[in-house]
């Protein structure tokens, strides 16, 4: 109650001041007038009582200012005084300010920079829903399997099951959680757009109206009568339909069916999905519709939807998660083929899906933590040249000390200037992670659909100023509590000149530290640039750069096999005779990418599902594919054209096989013309024709996989063309043709092969750059540190570099002074860092490309060099220090 | 019996919270009124008092408003709060129990002991 009271009379007086000043000055004067008229009443002249008045009571202004004291006005006064003292400070010394804001500047925008995508991806909610904290995300868990990949979305079976017998929910939506792409077909010309299914009350139950039309009914997605209806993503409807005003009741021609606009969504909302923005929503119903994918809605084992309930009020998590694990056991009783073991578990409906939180949050913990390092760098750099200010300022400080200033009182105006810096600092930071964020987006690869925000909102504000006010105070702290342990009579007698050198060891504590984080981070830079660069160059086993490709999918329009092959047949035939193109062919789907199909393959003509079985992953190509891609065949033949047309298995079909595979089964005889099984597949097996070299399948660091090509393809494939020249001319042309033979069809991908290794380059890319920089980031840092460090050591030991040179110490040994010094510190820094690095580099080795993380030419590289610029930034210095004249060094006491 | 005493270190507040008790007065007054109930024992350096009325008011034990003087002049008035009440009866005891302890120890004679 009284702190309440202080608190409401302190913002009266920051409200009005002048108000206060007005009371105080009428309560004042009426006390004396008071004073006077009894003085007058006992027999004194009027004139008279009123001095007597004042003089009884004293200076006046002093108990004004005694009672703005007690009222607490003085506090913001004296601060204002700091402030303004240290806007001067700052100011007397531009150079050393500059540096030390820029550095924390670049510390805190880095930091902030992460920060906005850790707030993008894993704390900020689901733009545009109502409530999003009472929104649960159901996920069936495989109770055989452990970690992420245990975790399933649900069928549309389990969907319906849980939303109709659960208790706990007002209601469950679904949505597809792995949104399509769908052809377009706008006046004859097929456009690549991205569409979600979503349950009938997806909208309504997250509480998002339509900013036109209407959002979908329950009735929109009833089984049996699935409704084709569309509601438009907002900035679909503004960038591609002109914002038409008019637009529902329109209708769009999806996949080859068409589809009526019942509505536009509000703008920002993008579903709850993160990074991905679909173009438009449709009920899940019409799921068969528009994918032209039979038994979607009753496959049991199809796993594809998400589902989110909206807990009924009173109802409390944990119990809605027991009530849909018994759920979970009921529908295993049920259907104990298919759910056998499927439990369900909870997660709040974030935009990264629960399973996966734990990963994201790793990754960017590990980039939070290095450049976390960065800050502390910068900090660290902060408090030694305070610490050094301080030192210089120590005169300062006595003479405010004597004249009366309150240990409290110093301490503060420390404080205020250094929080003054890093609130400089951060400024500047939020503006560099304004620019910053931007470009680290641009670093994803264009072939991924994803639209991530990344917006700088009050959670970022919030961080940037905490880490900005901590950091303020951190650097700050060390040099306040030492600048206010000043002795000051010795000071003021100017007998602490050379006293004040050997304090310096919490100085010297703090560059080592420094100076071991910054070897840290170098190494842990330097392992990844080198990894990258490793990445760059590794040889995924085929042509990276004469090839152009493009992904096509006539079979989602709804064509019957024979016209899906026609199309393939005369795209190829088109293809092949643009002039600069020397052969086109077609794979099921590139390797390096996200989808994989993997089998067992066993020697001879039994089901390959004994023990003696090889994993081997699957590849299913058109004749051509091999010289297309410029991978070698060592032995045998290509497929024929015929051999890709009539269907494999009990006649017999051919395979190519790679060189791993046919070491693994036949390590040193001739594997052309033997058979082999693939999974449960029976009668005469397949017959090898060929043996092609190794590639990468999966990842660029992996080990050789076995691999067998398969010569028959499926309706979705993609297409590539080998070309003399620059595939990026070819891209448009391609285009065209597809277009030229099938205007529905439109190409997703369409890119060079160069285009689309940044996919599988992507996280080596993103880190190498991002620890690359931070290495650089934290080598500048600590050599600034160093040079100001040893520099104000020069300075202080002026007089002793005299006294020694007067004694006859030659340069040479001043420098070897002054070296000595600055390398000690290094070398006990960089032994330090070097056993961190040895603890934390196991955190590093799974993103590693073709080194150890303990690498002895990276560690000895960083070594020499990390000692070699310490050198450096101890050499300016010392070349002052040798240059000193002894006789000013001397006369200056 | 005329002799002025000098004002206690630190009693000052608990003075005006006695005095304002009896109910609201203005600074003049309560300044008037501990030297009428002293009897004009007590020296109070007039400068001091309003600090100590600024204090006691930040700290929320007496509150003030301004109202009419006796001789119809505008005056800022104090009242007690209840906070301010608690603390006064708090500060009597402590200073009663003070005065006992210290009172018994300078009455002491050597035969006690």
């Known amino acids: 109650m009284t702190l309440w009271n202080r608190l409401r009379s302190w913002w009266r007086v920051i409200l009005h001041r002048s108000c206060l000043e007005n009371e105080m000055d009428a309560e004042l004067r009426f006390h004396l007038e008071a004073f006077a008229e009894d003085l007058v009443r006992s027999g004194m002249a009027r004139q008279e009582a009123m001095r007597r008045?004042?003089?009884?009571?004293?200076?006046?202004?002093?108990?004004?200012?005694?009672?703005?004291?007690?009222?607490?006005?003085?506090?913001?006064?004296?601060?204002?005084?700091?402030?303004?003292?240290?806007?001067?400070?700052?100011?007397?010394?531009?150079?050393?300010?500059?540096?030390?804001?820029?550095?924390?500047?670049?510390?805190?925008?880095?930091?902030?920079?992460?920060?906005?995508?850790?707030?993008?991806?894993?704390?900020?909610?689901?733009?545009?829903?109502?409530?999003?904290?009472?929104?649960l995300q159901l996920w069936l868990h495989n109770r055989g399997t452990s970690g992420m990949e245990g975790y399933l979305p649900l069928t549309y079976p389990d969907y319906v099951y849980y939303r109709d017998h659960n208790q706990s929910f007002t209601g469950m939506l679904a949505f597809d959680g792995d949104p399509e792409s769908v052809i377009w077909n706008r006046s004859g010309e097929g456009q690549v757009v991205l569409g979600q299914l979503v349950s009938g009350n997806f909208f309504s139950l997250l509480g998002v109206n339509a900013s036109l039309g209407r959002t979908f009914l329950p009735e929109d997605d009833q089984p049996g009568h699935p409704q084709p209806v569309v509601v438009l993503g907002h900035s679909f409807w503004q960038q591609r339909l002109a914002a038409d005003p008019k637009v529902v009741g329109k209708s769009l021609l999806l996949n080859g069916t068409s589809f009526t606009v019942i509505g536009v969504a509000p703008g920002g909302f993008a579903g709850l999905l993160v990074a991905i923005e679909p173009d438009f929503w449709a009920p899940v119903t019409v799921a068969e519709q528009i994918l032209h994918d039979a038994g979607r809605l009753t496959n049991r084992q199809g796993y594809w939807l998400f589902a989110v309930g909206r807990l009924k009020p009173g109802v409390a998590a944990p119990r809605a998660g027991s009530e849909v694990n018994l759920l979970a056991q009921l529908i295993e009783k049920e259907h104990p083929d298919t759910n056998k073991n499927l439990g369900a578990n909870l997660f709040p409906a974030t935009l990264v899906p629960g399973p996966y939180r734990g990963f994201v949050s790793a990754f960017t913990g590990l980039l939070m933590a290095v450049f976390g390092l960065v800050l502390v760098i910068a900090c660290v750099n902060a408090a030694t040249l305070l610490l050094a200010r301080a030192t210089g300022r120590a005169r300062e400080m006595a003479i405010r000390s004597a004249l009366g200033a309150g240990r409290g009182r110093l301490i503060r105006q420390m404080l205020v200037e250094s929080t003054l810096l890093s609130g400089l600092a951060g400024c500047l930071g939020l503006l560099l992670a304004y620019w910053t964020s931007p470009l680290l987006l641009a670093l994803k690869p264009v072939s991924l659909p994803i639209t991530l925000r990344v917006p700088l909102d009050w959670r970022v504000l919030l961080f940037t100023s905490l880490v900005s006010l901590s950091t303020g105070i951190v650097f700050g702290l060390t040099p306040a509590l030492r600048s206010v342990k000043v002795q000051v009579a010795p000071i003021l007698k100017d007998e602490a000149q050379s006293a004040s050198y050997r304090k310096s060891r919490l100085r010297s504590s703090l560059m080592i530290g420094e100076i071991a984080t910054c070897m840290v981070l170098l190494v842990g830079a330097a392992l990844c640039v080198r990894s990258l660069l490793n990445a760059n160059s590794m040889d995924p086993g085929f042509d990276t750069k004469h090839v152009a490709v493009a992904t096509l999918d006539p079979g989602s329009?709804?064509?019957?096999?024979?016209?899906?092959?026609?199309?393939?047949?005369?795209?190829?035939?088109?293809?092949?005779?643009?002039?600069?193109?020397?052969?086109?062919?077609?794979?099921?789907?590139?390797?390096?990418?996200?989808?994989?199909?993997?089998?067992?393959?066993?020697?001879?003509?039994?089901?390959?599902?004994?023990?003696?079985?090889?994993?081997?992953?699957?590849?299913?190509?058109?004749?051509?594919?091999?010289?297309?891609?410029?991978?070698?065949?060592?032995?045998?033949?290509?497929?024929?054209?015929?051999?890709?047309?009539?269907?494999?298995?009990?006649?017999g079909g051919v395979v190519i096989i790679n060189e791993a595979m046919a070491e693994k089964l036949w390590s040193?005889?001739?594997?052309?013309?033997?058979?082999?099984?693939?999974?449960?597949?029976?009668?005469?097996?397949?017959?090898?024709?060929?043996?092609?070299?190794t590639g990468k399948y999966r990842t660029l660091g992996e080990d050789p996989i076995p691999l067998v090509y398969l010569p028959r393809l499926p309706g979705r494939r993609t297409l590539v063309v080998r070309t003399s020249g620059d595939p990026r001319f070819l891209l448009d042309t391609i285009r065209r043709e597809i277009q030229a033979v099938?205007?529905?069809?439109?190409?997703?991908?369409?890119?060079?092969?160069?285009?689309?290794?940044?996919?599988?380059?992507?996280?080596?890319?993103?880190?190498?750059?991002?620890?690359?920089a931070s290495g650089i980031l934290a080598l500048v840092l600590t050599s600034i540190g160093l040079f100001g460090v040893i520099s104000y050591m020069v300075s202080q030991r002026t007089h002793e570099i005299g006294v020694r040179m007067a004694l006859g110490a030659s340069q040479h040994e001043v420098l070897k002074l002054v070296v000595g010094h600055g390398l000690t510190m290094a070398s006990i820094g960089l032994a330090l860092g070097l056993a961190a690095t040895f603890g934390l580099a196991r955190f590093l080795s799974s993103l590693l490309y073709g080194i150890q993380p303990s690498d002895p030419a990276t560690l000895l590289g960083v070594s020499v060099s990390l000692i070699f610029?310490?050198?450096?930034?101890?050499?300016?210095?010392?070349?002052?220090?040798?240059?000193?004249?002894?006789?000013?060094?001397l006369r200056y006491e | 019996m005329d002799k002025q005493l000098d004002l206690l270190q630190g009693t000052l507040d608990m003075l005006i919270l006695k005095a304002v008790s009896l109910g609201p007065l203005h600074g003049y007054g309560i300044l008037l009124r501990i030297q009428q109930i002293s009897k004009d024992r007590l020296e109070i350096q007039q400068g001091s008092l309003y600090p100590a009325l600024y204090r006691l008011e930040h700290q929320g034990w007496i509150a003030s408003e301004w109202g009419e003087s006796e001789n119809k002049r505008k005056a800022k008035y104090y009242r007690l709060t209840a906070a301010g009440k608690r603390r006064l009866q708090a500060e009597t005891e402590n200073w009663n129990s003070m005065a006992d302890v210290i009172a018994g120890i300078l009455g002491t004679k050597p035969e006690e002991i």
């Open chain 1, 668 to 693: 040193r005889q001739y594997p052309v013309g033997r058979r082999i099984t693939l999974g449960e597949g029976t009668g005469l097996g397949l017959e090898i024709i060929g043996v092609v070299k």
């Open chain 1, 557 to 651: 329009l709804g064509y019957p096999e024979a016209k899906v092959h026609g199309f393939y047949e005369q795209l190829s035939r088109q293809i092949s005779a643009l002039p600069g193109v020397s052969s086109a062919s077609f794979v099921n789907h590139l390797p390096l990418g996200t989808a994989r199909e993997q089998s067992a393959a066993i020697e001879g003509n039994h089901s390959a599902s004994g023990q003696n079985a090889v994993s081997v992953d699957v590849l299913r190509v058109a004749p051509g594919y091999f010289e297309t891609m410029g991978i070698s065949l060592l032995s045998g033949r290509d497929f024929l054209p015929r051999e890709s047309e009539e269907p494999g298995g009990t006649s």
């Open chain 1, 742 to 772: 099938d205007a529905n069809i439109a190409a997703t991908d369409l890119e060079t092969i160069e285009q689309y290794m940044a996919l599988p380059l992507f996280p080596a890319r993103t880190i190498g750059l991002l620890l690359g």
């Open chain 1, 53 to 135: 008045a004042r003089l009884e009571f004293g200076g006046i202004e002093r108990t004004k200012e005694e009672c703005r004291d007690a009222r607490g006005a003085n506090l913001l006064e004296a601060l204002a005084q700091d402030l303004r003292y240290g806007l001067r400070m700052l100011r007397k010394n531009p150079a050393s300010t500059a540096a030390v804001v820029l550095a924390l500047a670049l510390g805190i925008g880095l930091n902030t920079t992460v920060f906005s995508f850790v707030n993008a991806l894993l704390l900020r909610p689901p733009t545009g829903a109502e409530a999003p904290d009472k929104l």
């Open chain 1, 869 to 889: 610029i310490a050198s450096l930034a101890c050499y300016i210095p010392a070349r002052r220090a040798m240059s000193v004249d002894p006789l000013v060094a």
